[in-house]
């Protein structure tokens, strides 16, 4: 391999991290114009009947956006409070949760800070390991990296959101 | 550089790869698990009410992944067909669909075509451009390669799979 050709292998490594923190943002964008076109009143129904609401799921995946700043090694959660009421706890837990202007901010709030984060994240920093692996396992297990996390919490967030577009009328 | 970093990176891109491959891969594994317990009464049912059923978007995500053996040059749609039924058309249009015995086989069988295309396609494969973009817009903008529509077949497949699961009874 000459280092032309290294060079082209760079790129695309750059090129990868770049698609894939678009795509999280994408859904990120998504998820903030369906927040300014639906209700509080629309937000607080089931998005089927007997199934979660669209509260607990902002608050759900406002959590788990935030948990991914410890993951990352990056900082403390901003709400690490959401954990016990909206990942540990099912919704109507019968516990007391913030208001949802309240959860609506801390939305906009997790996805900014993890937007500045992601934004000073070196291509190396994305290949390395997320905090739940060891580094001896993760000699072992290279995929248990920081861009697998953004991976499945891409398609686990998108999955989320395609169950609350059934919260807004048709 | 050097030659040993160079392996690296070469490494990490066929990480990447073999990193979306797998997410993709799950999503079709939970998706089978589910098609396994679910009976056809429960997947001709609304996920919500007023909104697609269970049936339309088994065919509406056979339909796309159908999509991708074209999109990616790899040869024609195993089910043509499909894409007047699930994607032009919304659900409930009135025209004459598969019986849902034959939806689950075409679903596994799509499936099942991609997989074997995917394991065959090499790094390189991943990074060129699908068929819906040309050489010319290719070259100004790489990020659409066939990977990108991977990453977002992913999440689309995801969003509906998590609708699905409202089908399935408590």
């Given at each position: 391999m000459n280092n032309e050709q290294a060079e082209i292998v760079i790129s695309e490594k750059e090129l990868v991290i770049n698609m894939l923190i678009a795509a999280w943002d994408v859904q990120n964008k998504r998820m903030a114009d369906f927040l300014d076109k639906i209700s509080d009143e629309e937000l607080a129904a089931?998005?089927?009947?007997?199934r979660n609401t669209g509260t607990y799921l902002l608050g759900h995946l406002t959590a788990v956006s935030d948990s991914m700043i410890k993951l990352f090694g990056?900082?403390?959660?901003?709400?690490?409070?959401l954990e016990e009421l909206f990942i540990t706890s099912p919704d109507n837990s019968g516990k007391t949760i913030p208001s949802i202007s309240t959860l609506r901010e801390q939305y906009h709030a997790v996805t900014s800070e993890l937007h500045k984060h992601f934004s000073k994240m070196t291509s190396d920093d994305w290949f390395s390991r997320h905090m739940s692996v060891s580094t001896e396992d993760f000699a072992k297990e290279?995929?248990?990296n920081k861009l697998n996390v953004l991976i499945s919490r891409t398609a686990h967030f998108n999955g989320h959101f395609y169950q609350m577009l059934y919260l807004k009328k048709k």
């Open positions: 089931e998005c089927s009947p007997g990056l900082g403390d959660k901003l709400y690490p409070e290279p995929h248990r």
